[in-house]
């Protein structure tokens, strides 16, 4: 069992930049890759993140490309997403997940999820 905590979410102008913090704990959560899913108002969570276990692979989502980078310390047992250049269509709450493989942007794919953090861009 692995439960993530989310934070670091908050209102922030366009532009600006915020950082989300993923707090993992259980026995075996550093085994596992992670990521950042998104879902916005009416719309469906959609992909935004994904790291291996070692870190040594990310991918990113076209949309987000270039202004935000993902992160892991698995001393710590964390993951983070840093997000810079935020515009108003990254208003979303924000989730934590851990899967198997860093490789799948569906959903169906990761087995833990977090409760979610809330980011507001206002324009």
């Known amino acids: 069992q692995v439960e993530l905590v989310e934070s670091g979410g908050g209102l922030v102008q366009a532009g600006g930049s915020l950082r989300l913090s993923c707090a993992a704990s259980?026995?075996?959560?550093?085994?596992?890759?992670m990521a950042w899913f998104r879902q916005a108002p009416g719309k469906e969570r959609d992909f935004v993140a994904s790291?291996?276990?070692?870190?040594?692979?990310?991918y990113y989502a076209d949309s987000i490309k270039g202004r935000f980078t993902i992160s892991r310390d698995n001393a710590k047992n964390t993951v983070n997403l840093q997000m810079n250049s935020l515009k108003p269509e990254d208003t979303a709450v924000y989730y934590c997940?851990?899967?198997?493989?860093?490789?799948?942007?569906?959903?169906?794919?990761?087995?833990?999820w977090g409760q979610g953090t809330q980011v507001t861009v206002s324009s």
């Open positions: 259980g026995r075996t959560a550093n085994n596992y890759a």
């Open positions: 997940v851990a899967g198997p493989s860093p490789r799948t942007q569906r959903i169906g794919e990761y087995d833990y």
């Open positions: 790291i291996s276990w070692s870190g040594s692979s990310i």
